[in-house]
């Protein structure tokens, strides 16, 4: 266990180096913010179109893996949702709540530290992962957005969220990676080569730019943020793992990485969705902060747990 800690380690000293730099105003929020743009559209897209250009789609997907991590994801959002509802949050603030306890950092933080430290094996796995997330709930949450302000449901909303997905560019760069795939040719060398290069820092960028963006995160609510960290790194990886062992039976070697990935800490697109419909962004913030902070134990002993399966 103490050589999966040593392992994470640099990942997570890359974090604070980045929340040092933005704490201390060395980094200021409009560098944060233009470094993860680079990392967003540039960096780790190119990375995504590199791995799933190398794969073809029957070695990415797998049903039972799709279904396993959805069931406990869902199962989750489901408590959270109705520990919302119990405490008479509003439907906005509900969703919200039920967004955080389950959407992890899966972008930025799981695929640079999981395919390093799982193998590059792990990129199918983590790809799903990341596509159920974006794809399922990412929507589920503007359809729900969408309802508490308009207090309707209208199908005009559905165009919004595929306008989304075509926008994602962890999207559509898996998209045309695969479909280079289909192709049955290799990347040409220039190709690979700068996607290689390029891809090659979004580990780093990502890693720090999440570090800086946490500079300027609050704890108010902490309570709330306690509540909801437990969700994102206990409950959720111990759900996906009841589902992926037990009810759904997957390989080993799959069922760990999905595991590890649902340990990740809360995402950052979280607290960019409250903050767009100014929704409990604080609370967002705290849960941000805090389940980061304590994922530095909480990934180790996971990723560690699993590598025994």
């Known amino acids: 266990m103490l050589d999966i800690f040593l392992q994470t380690l ?19 929020p409009e560098a944060t913010a233009y470094l993860t743009k680079f990392v967003f559209y540039f960096a780790l897209s190119a990375m995504l179109f590199r791995f799933s ?3 073809s789609f029957s ?21 959270a949702t109705i520990v919302a509802l119990l405490r008479r949050q509003s439907m906005a603030k509900t969703a919200i709540e039920a967004q955080c ?19 590059e094996q792990a990129i199918g796995p983590v790809m799903l992962v990341l596509a159920v997330d974006l794809v399922v709930f990412s ?3 503007v359809i729900l957005m969408s309802i508490a302000q308009d207090g309707r449901f209208e199908l005009s909303i559905f165009k919004t969220i595929g ?5 994602n560019p962890m999207i559509v760069s898996m998209v045309l990676g695969l479909t280079w795939s289909a192709t ?11 996607t290689e290069l390029l891809g090659a820092a979004a580990t780093p960028g990502a890693l720090f730019a999440i570090g800086a963006s946490l500079a300027s995160k609050s704890t108010e609510k902490i309570e709330v943020a306690a509540w909801l960290t437990f969700c994102k790194l206990v409950l959720h990886p111990a759900f996906v793992a009841i589902a992926a062992i037990y009810i759904f039976p997957l390989d080993p070697y799959s069922a760990a990485v999905i595991i590890a990935a649902a340990a990740l800490p809360v995402a950052g697109n979280v607290y960019m969705l409250a903050q767009h419909y100014n929704v409990a962004p604080q609370r ?4 941000i902060l805090v389940s980061t902070a304590i994922s530095i134990v909480t990934v180790s002993l996971v990723i560690g747990w699993v590598g025994q399966l």
Do not use: E, H, Q
């Not at 049903?63 to 408590?79: D, K, N, Q, S």
């Not at 306008?163 to 926008?167: A, E, F, V």
């Open 163 to 167: 306008i989304g997905l075509l926008k």
């Open 53 to 55: 250009a190398t794969l």
């Open 139 to 141: 929507s589920l949450i």
């Open 101 to 119: 306890a389950v959407i992890g950092n899966t972008g930025f933080l799981g695929v640079p530290m999981l395919v390093l430290l799982m193998g």
């Open 184 to 194: 049955g040719l290799p990347l040409p060398k220039p190709v690979f080569a700068f």
């Open 10 to 28: 640099p990942f997570f000293a890359v974090i604070a180096l980045g929340f040092g730099a933005g704490r201390t105003g060395f980094f200021t």
């Open 284 to 287: 967002v913030s705290a849960a």
């Open 59 to 79: 070695d990415i997907w797998n049903g039972r893996l799709v279904v396993a991590y959805l069931w406990g994801t869902a199962f989750i959002y489901g408590v």
